[in-house]
Nanobody, 124 residues
Framework: QVQLVESGGGSVQAGGSLRLSCAAS????????MGWFRQAPGKPREFVAG????????TYADSVKGRFTISGDNAKNTVYLQMNNLKPEDTAVYYC?????????????????WGQGTQVTVSS
C-alpha cells in the first residue's frame, strides 16, 4: 500500500505563494504518474496538475496554468506543487494522488492512492 503525505498548506493573502509537498513511500514517483487535486466545500474534487513518472511531462487545469508548477524529485520520492499568485477561489483542501499508470490523468478514477489532504486558504 502506497502512503502519500502532503504538507505545506496554510493561509495566505491573495497574490501570495505556497509550496505543497507530497512525500511518497517506496519508489512511487519513479514508477507512476502523480497528480494534485483539490476540493472546496460543497464541490466535487477537481484536477489541478499532473506529472508523468520521473517528471517527463506535466499537465495543468486551465484555471491554474501560468500560476502553478508541478515538479518532482526522484531521489526524495517527493512531488511538489508551487502555487503563485494565489486567488481566493484557490481555497480548498489539496490532495496528492498516485496514478494507476505511468502518466497523469485528469480523472479521479485514474488514481488509486490518496494522501490525507492539506488545507489552503486564500483571503482577499
Amino acid at each position: 500500500q502506497v502512503q502519500l503525505v502532503e504538507s505545506g498548506g496554510g493561509s495566505v493573502q491573495a497574490g501570495g505563494s505556497l509550496r505543497l509537498s507530497c512525500a511518497a513511500s517506496g519508489r512511487t514517483f519513479s514508477n507512476y504518474g502523480m497528480g494534485w487535486f483539490r476540493q472546496a466545500p460543497g464541490k466535487p474534487r477537481e484536477f489541478v496538475a499532473g506529472i508523468s513518472r520521473g517528471g517527463g511531462s506535466t499537465t495543468y487545469a486551465d484555471s491554474v496554468k501560468g500560476r502553478f508548477t508541478i515538479s518532482g524529485d526522484n531521489a526524495k520520492n517527493t512531488v511538489y506543487l508551487q502555487m503563485n499568485n494565489l486567488k481566493p477561489e484557490d481555497t480548498a483542501v489539496y490532495y496528492c494522488a498516485k496514478s494507476r499508470t505511468a502518466y497523469s490523468h485528469n480523472a479521479v478514477i485514474s488514481y488509486d492512492s490518496w494522501g490525507q489532504g492539506t488545507q489552503v486558504t486564500v483571503s482577499s
